[in-house]
T-cell receptor, first 116, second 115 residues
């Protein structure tokens, strides 16, 4: 295991289509985060999981967005009825928190979404 | 709400020289973490350096050091002996002390390094 893995790396979709992205965190990392990064901006927080529980959602996460982390391992982020404004880089990060250990977030390379 | 501001969209430096990237933040919390992340083109974001707010001593990591001014809410990054590989987008970020809380990022500073 060499780090956080995201697939696909690039996705081009037509407006109105649904897309799903996958994130595989570092093994044993119990926390997983999704961020969105648009051109010229820093990443913005979308949502966060501890194990399989989704603990926090940003107001940026409209009801067209849904994220899951079944079994507390990989996570998926689905966008329904995509809009051109959804075009961005979607970043996943993971970290480990347990008594005595609290790592910072490690990021994946991201999935670049282009909605045409 | 917490905010992070990076007022320098672009900076440039020559190899072997020193450059300082600026960052200010706003928070009502007294205990938190501050970070600098590096994002090379088409590559993943990596942590450069971390500062704990309750520590007065400035963090250092090899050629990277910070100037943390808590009262002024300022957190600058100094890169010494700049190398071509330092060219990247640099993000300043804030996180509350509570574990698991999300990072709040600035807009970033693009650093170019010339030989």
């Amino acid at each position: 295991d060499t780090g956080v893995s995201q697939n696909p790396r690039h996705k081009i979709t037509k407006r109105g289509q649904n897309v799903t992205f996958r994130c595989d965190p570092i093994s044993e990392h119990n926390r997983l985060y999704w961020y969105r990064q648009t051109l010229g901006q820093g990443p913005e927080f979308l949502t966060y999981f501890q194990n399989e529980a989704q603990l926090e959602k940003s107001r940026l996460l409209s009801d067209r967005f849904s994220a899951e982390r079944p079994k507390g391992s990989f996570s998926t982020l689905e966008i329904q009825r995509t809009e051109q404004g959804d075009s961005a880089m979607y970043l996943c990060a993971s970290s480990l928190a347990r008594p005595g250990v609290n790592t910072e977030a490690f990021f994946g390379q991201g999935t670049r979404l282009t909605v045409v | 709400a917490q905010t992070v501001t990076q007022s320098q969209p672009e900076m440039s430096v020559q190899e072997a020289e020193t450059v300082t990237l600026s960052c200010t933040y706003d928070t009502s919390e007294s205990d938190y973490y501050l970070f600098w992340y590096k994002q090379p083109p088409s590559r993943q974001m990596i942590l450069v350096i971390r500062q704990e707010a309750y520590k007065q001593q400035n963090a250092t990591e090899n050629r990277f050091s910070v100037n943390f001014q808590k009262a002024a809410k300022s957190f600058s990054l100094k890169i010494s002996d700049s190398q071509l590989g330092d060219a990247a987008m640099y993000f300043c970020a804030y996180r509350r002390r509570q574990a698991g809380t999300a990072l709040i990022f600035g807009k970033g500073t693009t650093l170019s390094v010339s030989s």
